[in-house]
């Protein structure tokens, strides 16, 4: 057991004109399909509010030390599966679901403007799109300025890149919630192939490096 790997995939509450958030239903749907027997999923719903995220965020983060975190939100502009590739640190103006937004209007004081994911969105959508798992994915470098781009950056930071973004259209518009959660399984699994990869590269390099010092 020891020995699985922990992954994190959360959906947001209702809000707004989303009576129902596709994002919530399509990570149910995700639970229900899992990610395979070496990967520990865990879920949750994610309150659409700037101080609730302040505090579960970083509890997720220590409690679970997961390998990565997949936010998924719902944008009513979507008509594609669209992974964030950053995450931004100023102009949160719109209020939340408890009428607060944060008085600075940013996520952390003095914080770089923008993060980016150590996972390439490109790839991910590249080879995803090269299945035929039924859905269209597409990258965006704009997470919108609300609760989900807050999110995004918030756990960009405290996973050090380690953190992803999915964008999803409401049900029906095109996906029903078993296509969105198969798109879901999807991508979530490239993201982890690549951040395996990259894992990889960083122990050879430190092992490259290691060698030189011993030929000093």
């Known amino acids: 057991m020891g020995n ?3 992954v994190i995939v959360t959906g947001f509450e209702p809000f707004g004109e989303h009576a129902v958030n596709s994002s919530w239903v399509a990570v149910q749907e995700l639970e229900c399909l899992g990610l395979g027997e070496a990967i520990d999923l865990y879920v949750c719903e994610v309150p659409v509010e700037y101080q609730a995220v302040q505090s579960l965020l970083p ?8 390998q990565l975190v997949v936010h ?3 944008s009513g502009l979507a008509t594609t599966v669209t992974l964030e ?4 640190n100023k102009g949160y103006k719109r209020l939340d679901n408890s009428r607060f937004c944060p008085a600075s209007q940013c ?3 003095d914080g770089p403007d923008c993060i980016s994911s150590l996972v390439d ?10 299945t035929d798992v039924g859905v269209t994915v597409s990258v965006s470098k704009d997470a919108g300025r609300y609760l989900c781009d807050y999110t995004y950056y918030s756990s960009l930071v405290l996973g050090h890149g380690r953190s992803a973004f ?3 259209p409401p049900l029906g ?3 029903s919630s078993q296509q969105l959660g198969r798109g879901l399984q999807a991508v979530v699994r490239e993201m982890l192939t690549l951040l395996e990869v990259a894992n990889t590269e960083e122990q050879h390099g430190k092992h490259a490096h290691q060698h030189q010092h011993d030929l000093l």
């Open 72 to 74: 998924v939100g719902v």
């Open 173 to 175: 518009k095109p996906y």
């Open 107 to 109: 996520c952390m004081e």
């Open 59 to 66: 509890s997720l983060w220590e409690k679970h030390r997961p």
């Open 85 to 88: 590739q950053c995450g931004h």
């Open 4 to 6: 699985k790997k922990k």
């Open 121 to 130: 969105m490109d790839t991910v959508c590249k080879r995803v799109n090269d």
């Open 166 to 168: 999915i964008h999803v």
